[in-house]
């Protein structure tokens, strides 16, 4: 396993812009997960895809994120007209259905909104 | 809905002088329980994985117990490169495979 990786791993945008993260999983790993984490804080789990479908988002997700995984590998985190509010560690984890549950996590991408 | 609640939130030892930390959950049904180790600035790195009440994992100065009510995570001996934040996460059974967490015990372990 070549571990999950993310880029950007920074990311500093003015507010209003958009931004777009990527994250790849795990070869062969069909789940995959978006958490959002600000200072001491734990992951706040964002969205969740099983192979390409998207199969929950959380309620306090604003409409201004979005998220994909269109053939089911790689997946991108897009963040439209972003506010100072959504400054945090974008972190990405993966896990096979079939191996247990537990997830691996990705370095993370930290956004900063100035 | 499901929750995670950790204590303490922050814990300084010495070298060598043992503790617990405690992970306190509520769910309808629990498919797994978590512990992660995560260095600032990092992603979090995957300790054990505790499924039943009674069940019991150790690695190397860590020990993970769980009940139906709580998890511990016993560190003997511990060392200053045990500093770390340690994560509770808890899978549960209604609805998809959705992780929740809670906030994390900061641990300062002092040579």
């Known amino acids: 396993d070549t571990g999950v990786s993310q880029n950007p791993r920074h990311k500093i945008t003015k507010r209003g812009q958009n931004v777009t993260f990527r994250c790849d999983p795990i070869?062969?790993?069909?789940?995959l997960y978006w958490y959002r984490q600000t200072l001491g804080q734990g992951p706040e789990f964002l969205t969740y895809?099983?192979?390409?479908?998207?199969?929950?988002k959380s309620r306090l997700l604003s409409d201004r994120f979005s998220a994909e995984r269109p053939k089911g590998s790689f997946s991108t985190l897009e963040i439209q007209r972003t506010e100072q509010g959504d400054s945090a560690m974008y972190l990405c984890a993966s896990s096979h259905e079939d191996r247990g549950l537990k997830q691996y996590f990705g370095p993370g991408t930290r956004l900063t909104v100035t | 809905e499901d929750q995670v609640t950790q204590s303490p939130e922050a814990l300084r030892l010495q070298e060598g002088e043992s503790s617990s930390l405690n992970c306190s959950y509520t769910v309808s049904g629990l498919r797994g329980l978590f512990w992660y180790r995560q260095d600032p600035g990092k992603g979090p790195e995957f300790l054990f994985t505790?499924?039943?009440a009674g069940e019991e994992k150790e690695k190397e100065r860590l020990k993970a117990t769980l009940t139906k009510k709580e998890s511990f995570l016993h560190i003997t001996a511990p060392k200053p490169e045990d500093s770390a934040t340690y994560l509770c996460a808890v899978c549960g059974t209604s609805g998809t495979y959705k992780y929740i967490f809670g906030t994390g015990t900061r641990l300062k372990v002092l040579a």
């Open positions: 505790l499924y039943s």
């Open positions: 895809f099983q192979n390409e479908a998207q199969l929950e």
């Open positions: 070869s062969e790993h069909n789940r």
